[in-house]
């Protein structure tokens, strides 16, 4: 098992910076694959960045792409999402996930762990 509990969501306008933390428990995290994903009222979830077991390769969302960056501190367990510039479409629910997977995975169901998720606003 591997318990997931992220941190660092909050309300800020738009063009702004947050920076999400999630940190783990458990099984060793450096096995896993860890992934963010998002999701705003009426929709669906949907992946957001994933980064591999080294950190060495990483995964975005077109729609995030240079604006967030995924890391890790495997001796810390903590994996982070960098949000920069952000809009208010960003706004949702965020989720760490993780999963001992081969590839970059986007798909919910290859992550067999979930933290309960950060709220992230943005404001216009």
């Known amino acids: 098992q591997v318990q997931l509990v992220e941190s660092g969501g909050g309300l800020v306008q738009a063009g702004g910076s947050l920076r999400l933390s999630c940190a783990a428990s458990?099984?060793?995290?450096?096995?896993?694959?860890l992934g963010w994903f998002r999701q705003a009222p009426g929709k669906e979830r949907e992946f957001v960045s994933a980064?591999?077991?080294?950190?060495?390769?990483?995964s975005y969302l077109a729609a995030v792409k240079g604006r967030f960056t995924i890391s890790r501190d495997n001796a810390k367990n903590t994996v982070f999402l960098q949000m920069n510039s952000l809009k208010p479409e960003d706004t949702a629910v965020y989720y760490c996930a993780a999963g001992a997977i081969k590839g970059l995975a986007t798909q919910e169901k290859s992550y067999p762990y979930w933290g309960q998720g950060t709220q992230v606003a943005v404001s216009s």
């Open positions: 458990g099984r060793t995290f450096s096995n896993y694959v």
């Open positions: 980064i591999s077991v080294s950190g060495g390769s990483t």
